[in-house]
């Protein structure tokens, strides 16, 4: 929803299409369906791979094989594949100037593609060799990206236009030299890509709904999220809920016979959305504030270990200013 959201609000001349899975309620399926030109349930395709998620200590990303039914929406001659974790921060129907296979490199692995936002032509020829591909071969990471960087394996030396520049697809979490590249270049992001474990929608608040734990993403980059969604999604998912609470859209799972939610709280009493400029500004401003003070003092240790797993608390202890302070007093 956000992210349909964002490209209606950067004013896509595009066709917008949403894959769903079963699980997504009827409420959600609703508003989904006023953001979106065609809304398309799927079933959902799980690699199984236990073996290689574990690899990435994701074992959830199975269900990404899901993603390959994106080349049977053969009613288009060429789209856009990009991941419900994405927001658009521009226009970006340039990308359609692009051919198959056009994708950013990977922060992780750059001669591999994120999987994340792609350019491609729908076909279903091309479907049935990717999944003849995946009962052939597998997947290297257990998910969709292993998959399709095996099937179009000269991506990273045949043709440079198919090379996305990163910034349509930055992602959020740091890596290496991220944080001084970051600095430079961050205000040229055109997608921004929350991949990771933690989503901006999975972010804990407490009982006033105002604490968030920060956690991987770029705080503005989360806060720009939550401007979306408090503005313009969760006004139509009130429409839908009337005086229900609700949830992120999925239906609970009933765990030893009670309902279980992935996420752990109401949305509908944790944002407000008020309609002066002024108030929404100053609840961003409560959104921002709560990012710094929820994060815990953490031990040495502890900190290069998030460091480490590209953690680094950018706006806070891990800031430019304060590595380049603690660079200079070491060289003097
Ligand atoms: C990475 C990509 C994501 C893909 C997943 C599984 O996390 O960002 O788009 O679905 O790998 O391959
Ligand atoms: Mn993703």
Not at 13 to 34: D, H, M, N, T
Not at 55 to 67: A, I, Q, S
Request: proline letters at 5%; a negative charge; glycine letters at 6%.
């Amino acid at each position: 929803m956000v992210l349909g959201q964002s490209l209606r609000k950067h004013k896509t001349s595009k066709k917008l299409a949403a894959l769903i899975g079963p699980q997504v309620s009827e409420q959600c399926q609703a508003v989904l369906r006023r953001i979106f030109d065609e809304v398309k349930l799927v079933d959902v395709l799980d690699s199984g791979d236990v073996a290689h998620l574990a690899l990435m200590k994701r074992p959830e990303l199975g269900v990404t094989f899901t993603k390959l039914h994106c080349w049977t929406l053969t009613r288009y001659s060429k789209c856009v594949f990009m991941d419900a974790d994405t927001l658009v921060l521009c226009n970006i129907d340039e990308l359609f100037d692009r051919e198959e296979l056009s994708a950013a490199p990977d922060p992780g692995w750059p001669d591999c593609f994120n999987s994340g936002v792609f350019v491609f032509r729908p076909s279903v020829e091309t479907y049935a060799k990717l999944l003849q591909h995946c009962a052939e071969h597998g997947s290297f990471d257990g998910g969709d990206q292993g998959v399709l960087n095996d099937f179009f394996s000269d991506w990273a030396t045949a043709d440079i236009s198919k090379h996305l520049p990163f910034i349509y697809n930055l992602s959020s979490i740091a890596i290496y030299t991220y944080l001084p590249a970051f600095k430079r270049y961050a205000a040229n992001a055109k997608v921004v890509h929350f991949l990771g474990k933690t989503k901006p929608w999975s972010h804990a608040l407490d009982a006033k709904g105002r604490q968030m734990q920060a956690e991987g993403a770029h705080p503005s980059f989360l806060l720009d999220w939550w401007a979306v969604y408090a503005s313009s999604v969760v006004p139509m998912l009130q429409e839908q809920y009337g005086d229900q609470p609700f949830h992120t859209g999925c239906v609970a799972e009933v765990v030893d016979g009670l309902p279980v939610f992935p996420v752990k709280f109401h949305y509908s009493h944790m944002v407000t959305v008020e309609s002066t400029q002024e108030q929404e500004e100053e609840n961003l401003a409560s959104f921002a504030q709560a990012l710094h003070l929820s994060s815990p003092e953490l031990s040495s240790q502890e900190r290069k270990q998030k460091w480490e797993q590209g953690q680094a608390d950018y706006m806070g202890m891990d800031s430019f200013d304060n590595i380049k302070r603690k660079l200079d007093t070491f060289l003097k």
